[in-house]
């Protein structure tokens, strides 16, 4: 079903800017659209108490002004700009998502990663910022599976949330 890869840093690999992210966990889950990041980042979330990042999840809420107050109004306004124009969202302000979402009372024990990074680009300026890189999880499932499971997929359009009808 998954994968599982782990790399640990020692407080000497990290820059000093770095330093006041050595108490949190970061948690990656890689996989194929439908696999089942979302899910298994929402089950782990509560038992673990990490906060769960899905950045394209974030986007969708700073356009519809749903962000913590502690979130930085500059770049939420840089986002809806952004997206507004029909742009793309580069791999640097991804990231600076990402920092946000770790100044939240939620991420205090660490966060799990859902899809990110999408790029090797992202990857690339996530350990130049030096951030942490705790446990790595790819899930996997048979081809088949996931066409079923992406089929079924349905989103509210009051609310937003997604659901599934597929009975896999």
Do not use: W
Request: aromatic share 10%; charged share 25%.
């Amino acid at each position: 079903m998954f994968g599982i890869a782990s790399r640990r840093f020692s407080t000497s690999m990290m820059t000093h800017s770095s330093r006041y992210y050595f108490a949190q966990k970061f948690v990656f889950f890689f996989g194929a659209p439908g696999v089942g990041k979302g899910t298994y980042s929402k089950l782990l979330k509560t038992d673990l108490k990490l906060n769960h990042i899905s950045t394209g999840d974030e986007i969708r809420k700073i356009v519809k002004g749903h962000t913590s107050s502690t979130f930085d109004p500059a770049l939420k306004e840089e986002i809806k700009d952004l997206i507004n124009a029909g742009k793309f969202v580069s791999d640097e302000i991804v990231i600076d998502i990402i920092k946000e979402k770790l100044k939240e009372p939620e991420s205090a024990r660490g966060v799990i990663l859902d899809g990110f990074p999408r790029t090797k680009s992202q990857l690339d300026i996530y350990d130049k910022k030096g951030l942490p890189i705790d446990l790595v999880v790819n899930l996997e499932l048979h081809r088949s599976i996931i066409f079923e499971k992406l089929k079924g997929r349905r989103i509210c359009h009051n609310c937003g949330t997604s659901y599934n009808v597929s009975n896999i």
